[in-house]
């Protein structure tokens, strides 16, 4: 397995469309972070809005990457298929093997209204396989804030593509109090890639609190994980990714940001020996 950064590591340096800082980070300071740190893959996820750089930009960043012999993987969200079809194309133009895709579930519907939304993902999926297909790109739909495992692993089975899987995030699915390694289990018998990202729970006036960590200070037990990955036959890429709070001030938040990736990073190479 191989070790990389996934730009949500910096989502706040980056932002979202709730939060845009005045000078964000940019596609290119993301393969600057990976040269200085040695990490030879890189996730562009759907907070860097890949779908609206110019194909000039895109093609730029394909030199960069293919010069400093990064592996590039690509992240999507959303229902939209046109939008898929985008970052299909835009995946190709990386030369990404892998695109993530985060299937949006309103979860205020009833039963009825969340089968419906499990077939449409099915239904949407299976569409843009022909096309995945011709550019050779794999794609994972991710267990995420809005989406049960259950209900991942139903769309991975009625897609019934060996080239769609599952994208195995280690700290997504306890917003339904699913266990990590339970999620970990149901889904890396389908890995196309993974999200390692450690988190803790506190106890605030609002109730129970989740938030990120650096690896190896939290409740995951990567090792463990790793394990069942490796069990599964699973030999891709662990992504580096964080689930910070805000500080005060952007400036001390991009410092933390900055400080708790390196520290990711150290545990990942010393004690899960990814490289």
């Given at each position: 397995m191989r070790l990389g950064i996934g730009s949500f590591a910096y989502r706040w340096s980056i932002g979202r469309p709730y939060y845009r800082p005045e000078h964000p980070m940019t596609a290119d300071d993301l393969i600057d972070r990976c040269v200085e740190y040695g990490v030879k893959a890189l996730l562009y996820c759907n907070n860097m809005e890949l779908e609206n750089y110019a194909d000039e930009k895109l093609y730029a960043l394909r030199d960069r990457l293919d010069k400093e012999g990064i592996a590039v993987e690509t992240g999507s969200r959303g229902t939209e298929r046109a939008y898929f079809v985008r970052m299909l194309e835009v995946s190709k133009i990386l030369g990404a093997k892998v695109m993530r895709i985060g299937w949006d579930m309103d979860r205020t519907a009833d039963a009825e209204g969340i089968k419906k939304q499990v077939q449409n993902g099915i239904d949407t999926i299976k569409s843009l396989m022909p096309l995945a297909h011709e550019y050779g790109i794999e794609i994972g739909i991710e267990n995420g804030k809005g989406n049960l495992v259950s209900e991942v692993k139903?769309?991975?089975?009625?897609?019934?593509?060996?080239?769609?899987?599952?994208?195995?995030?280690?700290?997504?699915?306890?917003?339904?109090?699913?266990?990590?390694?339970?999620?970990?289990?149901?889904?890396?018998?389908?890995?196309?890639?993974?999200?390692?990202?450690?988190?803790?729970?506190?106890?605030?006036?609002?109730?129970?609190?989740?938030?990120?960590?650096?690896?190896?200070?939290?409740?995951?037990?990567?090792?463990?994980?790793?394990?069942?990955?490796?069990?599964?036959?699973?030999?891709?890429?662990?992504?580096?990714?964080?689930?910070?709070?805000?500080?005060?001030?952007?400036?001390?938040?991009?410092?933390?940001?900055?400080?708790?990736?390196?520290?990711?990073?150290?545990?990942?190479?010393?004690?899960?020996?990814?490289?």
């Open positions: 139903e769309i991975i089975e009625g897609v019934n593509d060996p080239a769609f899987g599952a994208v195995v995030d280690t700290c997504n699915s306890t917003v339904f109090i699913t266990p990590t390694e339970e999620a970990v289990r149901t889904l890396a018998p389908y890995a196309k890639s993974v999200h390692i990202k450690d988190y803790v729970v506190t106890l605030n006036s609002r109730g129970d609190i989740i938030t990120g960590v650096a690896l190896g200070k939290g409740y995951v037990d990567f090792p463990k994980m790793l394990e069942i990955l490796k069990e599964n036959g699973y030999e891709g890429n662990c992504f580096i990714e964080l689930y910070i709070d805000r500080c005060e001030t952007h400036e001390e938040t991009v410092k933390v940001e900055g400080e708790l990736v390196k520290e990711s990073i150290d545990y990942a190479r010393n004690v899960l020996k990814l490289n």
